[in-house]
T-cell receptor, first 112, second 121 residues
Framework: DQQVKQNSPSLSVQEGRISILNCDYTNSMFDYFLWYKKYPAEGPTFLIS?????DKNEDGRFTVFLNKSAKHLSLHIVPSQPGDSAVYFC???????????FGKGTRLHILP | DTGVSQDPRHKITKRGQNVTFRCDPI?????LYWYRQTLGQGPEFLTYFQNEAQLEKSRLLSDRFSAERPKGSFSTLEIQRTEQGDSAMYLCASSSPNPGTRLAESTYEQYFGPGTRLTVT
């Protein structure tokens, strides 16, 4: 029972263009959403988060959008850079629950 | 380096042996989490501590697994009688949430260590 779903296992984007990674969730109790980036042989690195009281959060080249009615969030990276090539995990947690539920990840390839 | 550290980074063991992993969280963080990640999956929650108290355990944590955080600082995860299915990356994370500002940004993210890769042969 996947509560956080990343339906695209991989994505290839030209350097300089926008990368859009999508995520859907099923648990309506989730109120906090996070994106992590992971390089091989390293632990996940926190990237950006958004709480359910907002629909957008921006940090430099990274913007996360939340659509609560559709139970959907997306991460936009613009412009995409070679160093952005990594696996991106969407994750969520509920207010009274401290564990984070992760999706399976999307591997992003930035093409030269 | 003030990040989360884990030791060892790699462990190869034979089936049936016991293994123990250590995690040192960011020093001011009072919460410590253990996750497990297998190939093609995202990290899966195992257990977490607030200070020295173990507050939640996943059903993934069978009775062969035990975790401790005796002084509220570092934590250990022990797997007894390892099985090939235990082969995975074991990740530790720490956080210092402020419940009063739970819905504010950047108050609840967990910071991960590099992980311990366990291979059971």
């Amino acid at each position: 029972d996947q509560q956080v779903k990343q339906n695209s296992p991989s994505l290839s984007v030209q350097e300089g263009r926008i990368s859009i990674l999508n995520c859907d969730y099923t648990n309506s109790m989730f109120d906090y959403f996070l994106w992590y980036k992971k390089y091989p042989a390293e632990g996940p690195t926190f990237l950006i988060s958004i709480s359910s009281i907002k629909d957008k959060n921006e940090d430099g080249r990274f913007t996360v959008f939340l659509n609560k009615s559709a139970k959907h969030l997306s991460l936009h990276i613009v412009p995409s850079q070679p160093g952005d090539s990594a696996v991106y995990f969407c994750a969520a947690s509920a207010y009274r629950d401290d564990k984070i539920i992760f999706g399976k990840g999307t591997r992003l390839h930035i093409l030269p | 380096d003030t990040g989360v550290s884990q030791d060892p980074r790699h462990k190869i063991t034979k089936r049936g042996q016991n293994v123990t992993f250590r995690c040192d969280p960011i020093s001011e963080h009072n919460r410590l989490y253990w996750y497990r990640q297998t190939l093609g999956q995202g990290p899966e929650f195992l257990t977490y501590f607030q200070n020295e108290a173990q507050l939640e355990k996943s059903r993934l944590l069978s009775d062969r697994f035990s975790a401790e955080r005796p002084k509220g600082s570092f934590s250990t995860l022990e797997i007894q009688r390892t099985e090939q299915g235990d082969s995975a990356m074991y990740l530790c994370a720490s956080s210092s949430p402020n419940p009063g500002t739970r819905l504010a940004e950047s108050t609840y993210e967990q910071y991960f260590g590099p992980g311990t890769r366990l291979t059971v042969t």
